[in-house]
């Protein structure tokens, strides 16, 4: 059973860069057709969906987040990571790992089937 | 971006009652439309996919359904474990959008 665990640091200052980083479990990250995805989620707020990686390392990032954001993926450590430039107080959000795979051909296409528990970053001097 | 637009933003409900929620769509996404059930400090769970496919260990109470651009997810007998906030979402385009959710509140 695949599991997805967020992990990185809970406070990070503003200007600075968030870091956040995904581990897999129970599954390989390199598995054709999937796509790993961040989503974010202000305080009482809606989800926002920052970018996805495939197993190839292509990454499709949210026009609104595009100057400020990398993933990359690690498959010697089967993880994937998130990094975000120029942080601001309006970055401060509970950010998910997600994986959704990426073909009609799926058990489950093209939906969020597999979410991390969370990881609440703050962004604040 | 596609735009989806919940309604209502949130209601209260009996156990028992029957509860629908729509979701629509600013232009043509065929029937890439996913909806989530989020509660408290938890993160958000697959219960309905491609429109009307009802997710693994979704109970039946569960049903979606889709005309055009407008999507509905019905919860035929509400239970007390279903008092939650649901978020439908595309994925017929990047970037990936959700609505704005609709909470369900116990009345």
């Known amino acids: 059973q695949v599991q997805l665990q967020e992990s990185g640091p809970g406070l990070v200052k503003p200007s600075e860069t968030l870091s956040l980083i995904c581990t897999v479990s129970?599954?390989?990250?390199?598995?054709?057709?999937?796509?790993w995805s961040w989503i974010r989620q202000p305080a009482g707020k809606e989800l926002e969906w920052i970018g996805h990686?495939?197993?190839?390392?292509?990454?499709t990032y949210n026009p609104s987040l595009k100057s400020r954001v990398t993933l990359s993926l690690d498959t010697s450590k089967n993880e994937f990571s998130l990094k975000l430039t120029s942080v601001t107080a309006t970055d401060t959000a509970v950010y998910y790992c997600?994986?959704?795979?990426?073909?009609?051909?799926?058990?489950?296409?093209?939906?969020?089937?597999?979410w991390g528990q969370g990881t609440m970053v703050t962004v604040s001097s | 971006d596609i735009r989806m637009t919940q309604s209502p933003s949130s209601l209260s409900a009996f156990v028992g009652d029957r509860v629908t929620i729509t979701c629509r769509a600013s232009?043509?996404?065929?029937?890439?439309l996913n909806w989530y059930q989020q509660k408290p400090g938890e993160a958000p769970k697959l219960l309905i996919y491609?429109?009307?496919n009802l997710h693994s260990g979704v109970p039946s109470r569960f049903r979606g359904s889709a005309s055009g651009t407008d999507f509905t997810l019905t919860i035929s007998s509400l239970q007390p474990e279903d008092f939650a906030t649901y978020y439908c979402?595309?994925?017929?385009?990047?970037?990936?959008?959700f609505g704005q959710g609709t909470r369900v509140e116990i009345k």
């Open positions: 997600a994986r959704d795979e990426g073909t009609i051909f799926a058990v489950v296409p093209f939906a969020f089937d597999i």
């Open positions: 129970g599954g390989s990250i390199s598995t054709e057709n999937y796509y």
């Open positions: 990686i495939d197993a190839r390392g292509r990454a």
């Open positions: 232009q043509n996404i065929a029937r890439f």
């Open positions: 491609a429109a009307s």
């Open positions: 979402q595309q994925s017929s385009n990047t970037p990936r959008t």
